[in-house]
């Protein structure tokens, strides 16, 4: 890869945190793209410049060919029950967008509610979320713009389809709650950003509301906000039985939360039912002021409580701790209904109100119910629906009975691809300090272990979010190419509970480097690939992880693909949602953390005479949750040291959410043509 990268300029910018100096050469790549036409021309020579790379790579037209015939098929996610009526997310081939289709029964015959295909012509307006009112009268629905986080809520009147005057705007990250006479419902909102900032300036200062149906927005009731506190967030939610409004408080740590509650029609303020983040919670159900919780509270792996109202002293326990974390649980059909993770695999327990175990849901084989590990439903639910993937096992959709325990496969995705030539196993390795990784290897079977095959290291390790072994299109043409992938459960994820999230952020969060570079290396070791034909690969949290590790150990990627990531993190706090992850990396103003993210921050530790091998850094222009300079600083460093690095740029999309099917489709062309030619994969 040798074409020459645009120059780009540097500025004399330093800051100085506790002392120290520290240079940033391109700040002037954090001005929005929108408003300043030097990011602009610069966006658009780097563009041009990954085109040059990439439009000759033999073997594109194969590439987009088998990407088109395995994605432009029949796509559907499971149905859903609200209000009385089924719902289903499904798309049609072609279509750029899933439609929501409703039915009155499940035997019906399903009827387009919401088409977002017909809101754009290029298919990058989307649908992001909904929720039906009780009485099955009416759904909000949020309208996103070019894969941004801000909505725009609507209402629809479900009967007759027709659209209500309703718009609530500067909603971003919001849930909704329903009154439960229908008549209204509760949202969260930020105040209207300066002009020009909308997609730079710090989230903060969210605020809950209650919007009237028919009503303006500047009529909206204040519920509650906490002006002293203008990083804290708020989720809001209504009881089952409707007598309680539910409030979450965030500060800046996904593990620890505060539930505030207050009955409905009091005006008083809301009562800590949680006590201040000391824990994480989750609301599952009540039965009047005895409130059924799942919660981290003396249970590290999570357990489920039953929690009074004003009482003191320990919660009662309905469901114990396990060995395995608790990923999510929920209350149907008067049933506990707990996934866990049991080395990194779904399973699913339900138990009776008093803890009694009723029985277990097998899946089949390796795989994945998404980053949950349960089913979803409510308390009045005697039936919910699931989708079972895995790395060759196509999205299947089952009905689940609560009442019988019978399991029925409703949908099975069909597609074109030979999944019995290939095999996913599990393996586990040793991190720097001893632990125990495991990681989801995918290849085909009775593939040379001579270390010949490219392959694809990904991960993501935070936030407690796990890392399952999931389905990608992508990666079926992968291994046709003769790839192999590793899907590696790092910590900070959510794979075994609190203390594994722990022990990878913070002045932690070298570990999951570590851990990253171990599996690397086990790949290696193990004869599965090479470093010189392997990839590593990892999006947001992930894009940072790769950048890191890119650095730290250039000699054990043959390639690199960050995409989305928190390169910077020194600044990251300063824009957007990045406040809210100071639980997770900490920030640079504290003297005790600094020096921990100035070790491993990507755009901070390119060595200028440092050589790297290929690196692809993808990002959005409309990311207004990691805003693209990260990746325009991290990029024009490598570029700096004549390491051949391209920038992408993806025109009118964001952080991942709401993306065209043409969207999807040509960055997985890019990603593989640049693994083609990196790797220099002949293609028949």
């Known amino acids: 890869m040798s074409e020459t990268a645009p120059t780009t300029r540097r500025v004399d910018q330093r800051d100085t945190f506790h002392d120290v100096v520290v240079p940033d050469p391109y700040r002037w790549l954090e001005a929005d793209i929108r408003v300043d036409p030097e990011v602009d021309a610069w966006v658009t020579a780097q563009n041009a410049h990954t085109r040059a790379a990439l439009d000759p790579v033999p073997g594109r037209a194969h590439i987009r060919g088998r990407l088109k015939a395995l994605l432009d098929r029949p796509r559907m996610g499971p149905p859903f029950k609200a209000g009385g009526r089924y719902y289903q997310y499904r798309a049609a081939p072609s279509q750029e967008q899933a439609v929501l289709f409703v039915r009155d029964a499940l035997a019906d015959e399903p009827r387009v509610l919401l088409d977002p295909n017909e809101w754009s012509e290029d298919g990058t307006v989307s649908l992001a979320g909904t929720s039906c009112s009780r009485d099955g009268r009416y759904i909000i629905y949020g309208v996103s713009q070019a894969g941004s986080d801000w909505q725009v809520l609507h209402v629809l009147e479900i009967a007759t389809g027709r659209e209500l005057d309703d718009r609530v705007r500067w909603v971003k990250n919001s849930g909704t709650a329903w009154s439960a006479d229908s008549e209204g419902f509760y949202y969260t909102r930020h105040p209207e950003p300066a002009e020009g900032e909308a997609f730079q300036a710090s989230s903060l200062n969210q605020s809950v509301h209650f919007h009237r149906i028919g009503d303006a927005q500047d009529s909206d009731a204040l519920i509650h906000s906490e002006p002293e506190r203008p990083t804290w967030s708020f989720s809001p939610e209504l009881s089952h039985d409707g ?120 899946f089949p084989g390796i795989g994945t119910l998404g980053r949950g590990a349960s089913l979803s439903g409510k308390r009045d639910h005697s039936e919910t629906f699931y989708t079972f993937s895995g790395p060759t096992h196509a999205p299947s959709i089952y009905h689940y009975d609560l009442e019988t325990g019978e399991s029925t496969l409703l949908e099975q995705t069909e597609l074109d691809f030979d999944a019995s030539r290939y095999e996913v196993t599990q393996r586990f390795c040793e ?197 693209p300079s990260h990746s325009f600083k991290f990029a024009a460093a490598l570029q700096a040291t004549g390491s051949p690095a391209l920038l992408r740029v993806n025109q009118r999309a964001g952080h991942g959410a709401g993306m065209s099917l043409s969207q999807v489709i040509d960055e997985s062309v890019d990603v593989l043509s640049f693994l083609v030619k990196t790797f220099e994969i002949e293609i028949g």
């Open 243 to 362: 007598q309680w409004l539910l409030l979450w408080v965030y500060e800046s740590s996904p593990s620890e939360n505060t539930l505030l509650v207050r009955r409905v029609g009091d005006d008083g303020p809301f009562l800590d039912l949680t006590g201040q983040f000391q824990d994480r919670h989750g609301y599952l159900g009540n039965d009047g002021d005895v409130f059924y919780l799942h919660t981290t509270r003396d249970a590290p792996n999570g357990r489920v409580a039953a929690v009074t109202l004003g009482a003191s002293g320990p919660w009662p326990t309905r469901v114990p701790e396990a060995a395995e974390a608790i990923a999510q649980a929920n209350l149907i059909h008067d049933r506990f209904v707990v996934g866990y993770l049991r080395d990194c695999l779904p399973t699913v327990q339900i138990f009776q109100l008093d803890g009694t175990l009723e029985r277990e849901i097998d």
């Open 431 to 627: 991190s720097r300090d001893g632990t125990r990784v495991p990681m989801f290897i995918a290849r085909a079977k009775g593939a040379p272990m001579d270390g010949s095959a490219p392959t694809i290291i990904n991960g993501y390790g935070g936030f407690n979010i796990p890392y399952p072994a999931s389905f990608s299109v992508l990666y079926l043409v992968w291994l046709e190419l003769g790839g192999a992938i590793a899907m590696v459960n790092l910590r900070g994820g959510g794979e075994y509970g609190e203390a594994w999230h722990a022990g990878g952020m913070l002045e932690r969060k070298q570990n999951v480097f570590d851990d990253f570079i171990a599996a690397a290396e086990y790949l290696i070791d193990e004869g599965y690939t090479s470093a010189a034909r392997l990839a590593s690969k990892g999006g947001s949290n992930g894009g940072l992880l790769v950048g890191a590790t890119l650095l730290q150990r250039p000699d054990l990627f043959g390639a690199a693909l960050p995409a989305t990531g928190v390169m910077d993190m020194l600044r990251y706090h300063h824009f957007t949602a990045g406040k809210y992850w100071v639980g997770e990396y900490g920030a640079a103003e504290d003297p005790e953390m600094f020096p921990h993210l100035r070790a491993y921050s990507p755009v901070h530790n390119v060595d200028p005479e440092g050589a790297y091998p290929p690196t692809m850094v993808m990002t959005a222009d409309t990311d207004d949750r990691v805003v």
